[in-house]
Structures are given as structure tokens and as C-alpha cells.
């Protein structure tokens, strides 16, 4: 019998596979979708997150991140990490990579959409395929989720969206650069020689060109012409009553996703997937909420209060003046997300 039958075959999903295969387990993958799959996403890896791939097997190209700097109007605050560098990477390439070291552990993907799951006490079964547990990887709207109704609709808080696109220019900064407005961020990364990818994310509904508007001297610094099309995501936030259900488990965006202010969403899914894989070797599902919960402490901490300072407009707006009057507090705070 199958071990580990992973939904979905994005980076969680592979990193998953990729954790299984290299623990001995029998795991495949289902994605319906040619590879690789392009998604809105920062695309900036914090060391953290390069550590996981590389202790994977897995080599991305990409440019070189020496840290994180937040700009606004009047000021701006820049941390270095201090134990070695993040990457920007285009989140085609990281697809590719994963996808390559899991072929290389002979990790089978079948072209199979799963949206709901039937189990019994000692196997799951879902698109005809029968497996001892079920990863469900199926991303920040996971079908999987709603079906074992683990997640939490209701949320009183404005919902926050992410708009992305590339431009041909060379990069300017070794940093991911944070621009900060009154009503959103926009996430300048370094991707390549001659390009950036520029992410924004805002509870305003509208065109990319008017959010970038909001950052005139970002903007000064782009093309006219965006190198790709705009990719969007959202609500970002999603909430779950809990990321087991039997003989399933939830991993990367659809185990629960709070925002991507901290560009932290690769990390957390890597470190999840290791966690996973730990439980299904031990036989103990149950185990795997609790440690998804300590993986993720850190990032559900800090971005929930950046998010909460976020909403209070005169409190949001001290953001970066105080990131940049107290700036060994700043870089505490970037590195220990790093």
C-alpha cells in the first residue's frame, strides 16, 4: 500500500513527497497541473527557508538577499541576517527544482484533482487511490479542508489580497525592500540580473497600476512595461478549527495562513512538511497539530501583530519610523524570523 498520498504538487507538496521519499515511504503525488505552476507570491527565500532546501537536496538559482529594509515616506530601517544569505528566486524556477529532486527519489506524480477524501481506521482513500494518510497540500482555498470542514469561515477583520508582477530592470538593492503606504505594501524582490518582482498586498480591491501609484518613488524606478502579466491571491488570511482530521493532514497554505507581511510562507510550509512525514513514520497524526503549531509560532506571533498594528492607522504609520529609531530591535526581530 501507498504510505503517503500528497494532494497537490506545489512546493509543500513536493517538499512533502521529497521528506517522505527520503525517509523510505512509498508516497505519490497528485497534481492536475503541468509544471510548473506560476502563482502570486513574493518569491524572496529567507535563510531559513534555504537552509530546508539545501538540507533537501534541492538547488535553486536566483540572486543572493542580504536582508530586509523597510522604506517609507520619511524613513527607512534595514536589517542584515546574520547567519547567511536569503534568496530571490522566481517561483517558477523553485517548482522546477523541487520537482526535479523529487523525480530523482522516484517519487511518482499522476495528473489527478482531489477534492474529497473517504477513510476508514487504517486507510484513506481519495481519486481511486488508497493510501495509509493523506496529505492535502490543495493550497490557501483547499477543497480538501472544506470537505473534512476544518476550516473557519467567518472572519470580522477586512480581508487582504496579494497582486504580483515582474520588470525587466536590474536590481538596485540586495535586500527585499518593504515600501510602506497608508493603505498597503509593496514587495520589491530581486529574482535575476536584470529582474525584480514587485508584490503588493492591500484590502483594496483595484488595478495593479494604482497600487503602485501609491509608491511614487518605487515607481520612478520601474519600466512602464511590467515583464509579466499580473498574478493575484486572497483573502490572504484563512483560519482552521485544526489541521487533522483521521488519517489527513494539512500542509503549507491550506493548514492556515495569516498574511504574507513577513514573506514567510515557503519556511513555514518546509518546516511543516518535516513534521508531517515525522508523524507518519511514528504512526501518530494526532501529533501533527501541536508541532505545526510550534513551527509556525513565530510567524503566527509577528505577523499578527504587524497585521494588528497594521489596521490602526496611527499606529501603522509609525511602523517604519520606529523599525528605523530602534534598529537593533528590528534586526532581533527579522532574524528571528530568519
Known amino acids: ?37 506560476d502563482k502570486a507570491c513574493g518569491e524572496g527565500l529567507m535563510p531559513g527557508a534555504v537552509r530546508a532546501l539545501a538540507d533537501l537536496g534541492v538547488a535553486v538559482e536566483g540572486r543572493a538577499l542580504r536582508g530586509i529594509r523597510y522604506v517609507g515616506p520619511d524613513h527607512q530601517a534595514e536589517a542584515h541576517f546574520r547567519t547567511q544569505q536569503g534568496r530571490g528566486v522566481r517561483r517558477t524556477e523553485l517548482h522546477s527544482a523541487l520537482s526535479r529532486r523529487a523525480a530523482e527519489l522516484g517519487v511518482e506524480v499522476v495528473p489527478l484533482r482531489i477534492e474529497a477524501v473517504r477513510q476508514d481506521r487504517d486507510s484513506v482513500t481519495a481519486a481511486g487511490i488508497t493510501a495509509r494518510y493523506l496529505a492535502a497540500a490543495d493550497g490557501l482555498h483547499s477543497p480538501i479542508r472544506r470537505s473534512l470542514q476544518l476550516g473557519v469561515r467567518s472572519d470580522p477583520r477586512a480581508a487582504r489580497y496579494g497582486l504580483r508582477r515582474h520588470f525587466a530592470v536590474p536590481p538596485w538593492t540586495d535586500c527585499v525592500e518593504v515600501h510602506w503606504s497608508a493603505g498597503a505594501e509593496a514587495y520589491v524582490t530581486p529574482v535575476g540580473p536584470g529582474l525584480v518582482g514587485v508584490a503588493v498586498l492591500t484590502c483594496d480591491r483595484a488595478p495593479f497600476e494604482e497600487h503602485l501609484a501609491r509608491f511614487p518613488r518605487l515607481a520612478a524606478r520601474l519600466p512602464l512595461s511590467a515583464a509579466t502579466p499580473t498574478r493575484g491571491a486572497g483573502p490572504l488570511r484563512q483560519r482552521v478549527r485544526g489541521r487533522v482530521a483521521g488519517r489527513a493532514m494539512l500542509v503549507g497554505d491550506a493548514a492556515g495562513y495569516v498574511d504574507a507581511l513577513t514573506g514567510e510562507g515557503i519556511s513555514m510550509a518546509l518546516g511543516a512538511a518535516a513534521q508531517l512525514v515525522r508523524c507518519v513514520r511514528a504512526d501518530r497524526p494526532q501529533d501533527y497539530d501541536r508541532a505545526w503549531r510550534q513551527v509556525s509560532r513565530d510567524y503566527r506571533v509577528l505577523t499578527g501583530s504587524l497585521l494588528w498594528l497594521r489596521a490602526r492607522p496611527r499606529l501603522a504609520g509609525r511602523i517604519v519610523p520606529t523599525a528605523a529609531r530602534f534598529p537593533s530591535v528590528f534586526a532581533a526581530a527579522v532574524n528571528r524570523l530568519a
Open 1 to 37: 500500500m501507498i504510505d503517503l498520498l500528497v494532494a497537490g504538487g506545489g512546493p509543500a507538496g513536493l517538499a512533502t513527497a521529497i521528506h517522505a521519499a527520503r525517509a523510505g515511504l512509498r508516497v505519490v503525488v497528485a497534481e492536475p497541473r503541468p509544471g510548473p505552476v
